[in-house]
């Protein structure tokens, strides 16, 4: 059995790179629901070699789903992330919006990979890709070297500039790689637990 999937945002430069994701990996779908503004909708996209029309997003665009990849920006994960949620589906989310929001984990599959645990929690955040770096380097100290040593970092500061990237399809993809390895951890996360709990 294969995993109902909805992309919000699948329009846009990060929705259909997860649409390569998917299709690269071979994702378990048995469904796939392409979510977008009313601008959008009744676009086309193509997925493994079928075309599959764009839906306008709103609240009851997630019923039957069991995970959601929100790409659409804070604002519209801020309004319709619940909805999902609230619909029974898992999801995870790409924006900035619920970064800082108690009860929704910031997941980085190599360190605290319990954290999506579906049957514990239904919305999770995946940290931004530069941060995601420097966590796993901090990560690896810590367990090879910091406990013995009794080494703990207390603050760590961590600032990246944008410039136009995530703006168009267009943009430029020097982080590129760094997304698709997070993104692909995490999906894989998800399909193990999946497969796990059937």
């Known amino acids: 059995m294969g995993i109902k999937v909805a992309i919000m945002g699948a329009t846009g430069a990060v929705g259909t790179e997860l649409l390569d994701i998917l299709a690269e990996r071979k994702f378990p779908i048995s469904e ?19 075309d599959i ?3 306008e997003l709103t609240h ?4 039957g789903i069991d995970l959601v990849l929100a790409s659409a920006g804070g604002k519209i994960s801020k309004e319709y992330a619940p909805s999902a949620v609230k619909a029974g589906a898992v ?18 599959p190599e360190i605290n990979p319990v ?24 990560e690896h100290g810590r367990r090879h070297h910091g406990v013995e040593r009794g080494i703990r970092a ?13 703006i168009t399809h267009k943009s430029p993809g020097g982080n ?20 796990e709990e059937r």
């Open 154 to 166: 207390r603050q760590c500061l961590h600032a990246r500039l944008h410039a136009v990237e995530g």
């Open 60 to 63: 009851d665009s997630f019923k």
């Open 176 to 195: 590129q790689a760094q997304n698709r390895f997070g993104i692909l951890a995490v999906l894989h996360r998800i399909a193990q637990q999946r497969a």
């Open 32 to 50: 796939l629901r392409l979510l977008a503004s009313v601008r959008s909708a009744g676009k086309t996209l193509q997925f493994q070699d079928e």
């Open 91 to 108: 999801v995870v989310d790409n924006t900035s919006h619920f970064r800082m929001a108690e009860g929704v984990p910031l997941v980085i």
């Open 115 to 138: 954290q999506t645990d579906t049957a514990r929690n239904r919305h999770a955040r995946q940290v931004q890709h530069g941060a995601r770096d420097i966590l796993d380097v901090l």
């Open 53 to 55: 029309k764009v839906r």
